[in-house]
């Protein structure tokens, strides 16, 4: 029995040394550190799952696209046709991205009021995307109302309102359950700190409802304080959801990283990402324990609208930042930073904008000016 | 409930010379026909009429005084009933608010509120809550507009924001399943949906408003707000000439803090409404500008500052009366006093224009009685 299974346990870990790519630094030298310049031979091409998505989405996929091209990254692109009216994702695609473990996605406009439970959300349980992350920030020559506004919304993903657990009691009588547990409040706390931590920021807010849900956001923020003990050079403060919205639009620099349930989060990282100039120009991802989804941050106006897409006008710059992100999770730190160094660059000279940025571009002269600003 | 109408309209029938003549109509209407229902009380020539004044707690009592005394000089037809908050719990309405300051709502009509603390403790329930539950308060108005003069980073904003007051995830049904997992319900009815929903139109009708929007998340709760979307669809019906639209709540905050103009009514469920109004609240300057209305079944109207009691400030004539002369304002527009109304208006943002006179809290040195004496003169 032994002769018959060493092949096969040689095969097996063979392969899962191939499908982690501290498997392929091991091979080399498990004991070398990760360092910022691109070593010969590491740069295997890695595959991501694309998924184009509604409205606007294949084009902003296909500049996206277009710019991994121009800058010979190591990443290949699987494409994988989703559209926010199927019933489910489709099996191919889940083990596509199952397969990756890295997934770029464009908008799924989901019907409203139909009986179709959002893509979104089921791509989201069902990979335990448990954390969604937006940056916003105030780009360099991008001109809004607010400045200093830098501000990172960590936003749990998988509970809380949008459990989908409705019913209809008797007719005209509708329940909805929102539903918080210790374990997802405590893993995202723990990921919100350590994420401040890594990235040397200074201060957690939690964002909450307590003083009316008291036993659900309750729980939320026993966590939270939990985690923030494990952390004392992180200052952490606490915010109730309207007052924050409120300081928000009138003071947002005091805001750093914040932490929040699923509702509140949604609405937050919009208004964060209305106030630094737009959700077009905001990146962000989808993380899990093992998967990553990275799309455009704030979630209105993904799909964009029908003339958007005619006039070809849609902004590509989200998706591009979220795509540097994605090269940064996957290890390729110096494409990234090239990558975000053209986008920042082409906004700050302003000559090639589009609509929502107050300009008159298309998206194809946006992706041109960013691929000649790389260097 | 038979004995309660009885005695009703015995009150009213020995107290007519105080009150105006459309008074039994309300409560006549509520028990005869829910479609009848007035939408607002009407003031009829030059009865005084009586509303119920609640000066609050903290700076509440020094505002007060000062809406007396601008509405003395405006000449408007109101006498006052001030009740206070009690020092014991009253059994009837289990808080510190007495039974007989609930039934001078319930039976005047109107009233104005200032800011009350709630004491800290157990064993009754929170003012706003007994109000809102005893008085059946559905919808919450908060009109944000931009005051000229006073310079925030939005200067274009003129909306009203329409809150469903008493249900949807306030219910603060909650429990716990198993140890370290919580469930809280919301609860959304067709009943109170249309009952927001149709005050939102008639105030949309009557204040001239072109547009009423409808904010929702129902691409992920689709039965709760589906449903309440339904009812408002069901009611844009009646009302042809206002248009009607409906906005997901997140694509709203964003467009809210980018371009405000592009609103004109909102009207919200519970909890989006909360943020919501919160959050216009912060572009237009902050909770100590805005104004805020109350309204409930059978017409009743309870106007009130929804900014804190800040006992910081209290009794050194610092305070800011606008809030409350704002919200005092909505109430004379409910009671259809409109030219009496629009008269304040323009006399406290002329004041505030000017930037003479302004307290502390808007940058300037002024005191309270002197911010009001500012405001008589320009009346």
Redesign the interface.
């Known amino acids: 029995m032994a002769r018959r299974t060493a092949p096969i346990l040689k095969q097996l870990f063979q392969s899962s040394d191939k499908s982690t790519h501290l498997g392929l630094l091991s091979r080399f030298d498990p004991k070398r550190s990760v360092t910022y310049m691109p070593r010969p031979g590491d740069g295997s091409p890695r595959a991501v799952t694309l998924i184009p998505g509604d409205g606007i989405g294949p084009l902003v996929t296909g500049a996206v696209q277009q710019v991994m091209d121009a800058m010979h990254a190591p990443v290949f692109f699987e494409r994988y046709e989703v559209h926010g009216d199927m019933k489910k994702v489709p099996e191919e695609v889940m083990d596509s991205i199952k397969k990756t473990k890295v997934c770029l996605k464009g908008g799924l406009m989901t019907p409203v009021g139909g009986g179709v439970s959002s893509l979104n959300v089921q791509l989201r349980k069902e990979l335990d995307l448990y954390a969604s992350l937006v940056n916003c920030f105030n780009l360099p020559g991008l001109p809004t109302r607010h400045e200093n506004v830098d501000i990172v919304v960590i936003r749990e993903n998988t509970e809380g309102e949008y459990s989908g657990l409705e019913h209809e009691v008797v007719p005209g009588v509708v329940e909805s359950l929102k539903v918080m547990t210790k374990f997802c409040s405590e893993r995202i706390a723990k990921y919100a700190f350590e994420y401040a931590y890594l990235n040397n920021r200074k201060k957690v807010t939690a964002v909450h409802k307590a003083n009316i849900m008291k036993l659900a956001d309750g729980l939320f923020l026993e966590s939270c304080r939990e985690v923030a003990t494990n952390y004392p050079g992180i200052k952490y403060n606490e915010i109730i959801v309207d007052n924050c919205c409120m300081q928000l639009v009138s003071k947002p620099e005091q805001f750093d990283v914040m932490v929040t349930p699923n509702l509140y989060g949604n609405l937050i990282a919009n208004t964060a990402a209305g106030i630094a100039g737009g959700t077009g120009v905001m990146p962000g991802g989808n993380v899990g324990a093992d998967h990553a989804v990275f799309e455009q941050g704030a979630s209105a106006g993904n799909v964009g609208n029908l003339k958007l897409m005619e006039q070809k006008k849609a902004n590509p710059v989200a998706l591009l930042l979220s795509s540097a992100m994605m090269l940064r999770h996957l290890q390729f730190p110096s494409f990234a930073d090239r990558l975000e160094t053209a986008v920042k660059c082409v906004i700050s000279e302003g000559k090639c904008r589009t609509k929502d940025l107050g300009g008159q571009s298309t998206t194809q002269e946006v992706v041109d000016a960013v691929i000649a600003a790389l260097d | 409930m038979a004995s309660q109408i009885a005695r009703r309209v015995l009150r009213s029938r020995a107290n007519e010379i105080f009150l105006a003549p459309s008074f039994s109509n309300p409560n006549s209407g509520r028990v005869f026909s829910s479609f009848d229902r007035s939408l607002s009380s009407a003031a009829v020539g030059s009865d005084l009429i009586r509303a119920t004044l609640f000066p609050g707690d903290g700076i509440g009592p020094e505002i007060a005084e000062s809406v007396k005394q601008v509405f003395r000089s405006a000449e408007v037809p109101i006498e006052w009933e001030e009740h206070y908050v009690g020092q014991e719990i009253d059994p009837r309405t289990q808080s510190f608010l007495t039974w007989e300051s609930l039934e001078s709502v319930r039976q005047n009509g109107v009233g104005l509120k200032g800011p009350m603390a709630t004491p800290i403790g157990k064993g009754h329930r929170s003012l706003n809550l007994t109000l809102r539950k005893e008085l059946n308060l559905y919808a919450n108005v908060r009109p944000c507009y931009s005051l000229p003069g006073y310079k925030?980073?939005?200067d274009d904003v003129n909306l009203i924001t329409i809150r469903e007051n008493t249900e949807g995830?306030?219910s603060?049904l909650?429990?716990?399943v198993v140890?370290?997992?919580?469930?809280?319900?919301?609860?959304?009815?067709?009943?109170a949906s249309l009952r927001v929903a149709e005050y939102a139109f008639h105030y949309a009708k009557t204040h001239g408003r072109d547009r009423v929007s409808a904010i929702h998340?129902?691409?992920?709760?689709?039965?709760?707000d589906?449903?309440f979307?339904k009812c408002c669809r069901e009611v844009a019906e009646k009302y042809p000439e206002i248009k009607y639209e409906?906005v997901?709540?997140?694509?709203c905050?964003?467009?809210?803090?980018?371009n405000p103009a592009l609103f004109d009514v909102l009207v919200m469920p519970n909890?989006y409404g909360?943020?919501?109004?919160?959050?216009c609240?912060?572009?237009v300057g902050?909770?100590g500008l805005t104004p805020s209305c109350n309204i409930g079944e059978g017409g009743i109207a309870l106007a009130e500052a929804v900014h804190g009691s800040a006992p910081d400030i209290a009794g050194k004539n610092l305070a800011n009366p606008t809030a409350l002369l704002l919200s005092a304002v909505t109430m004379l527009h409910h009671l259809k006093l409109h030219d009496k109304a629009d008269r304040i208006h323009d006399a406290i943002v002329n004041t505030i224009a000017e930037g003479k006179y302004r307290t502390a809290d808007l940058g300037g040195t002024s005191s309270t009685t002197d911010f009001t004496k500012a405001i008589c003169d320009h009346l």
């Open positions: 925030t980073r939005y995830e306030y603060g909650e429990h716990q140890r370290g997992v919580v469930e809280s319900l919301k609860i959304i009815t067709r009943q998340k129902a691409n992920i709760m689709q039965k709760t589906g449903l979307l409906e997901v709540i997140d694509n905050c964003m467009m809210l803090v980018k909890l909360d943020i919501i109004s919160d959050l609240a912060g572009l902050g909770l």
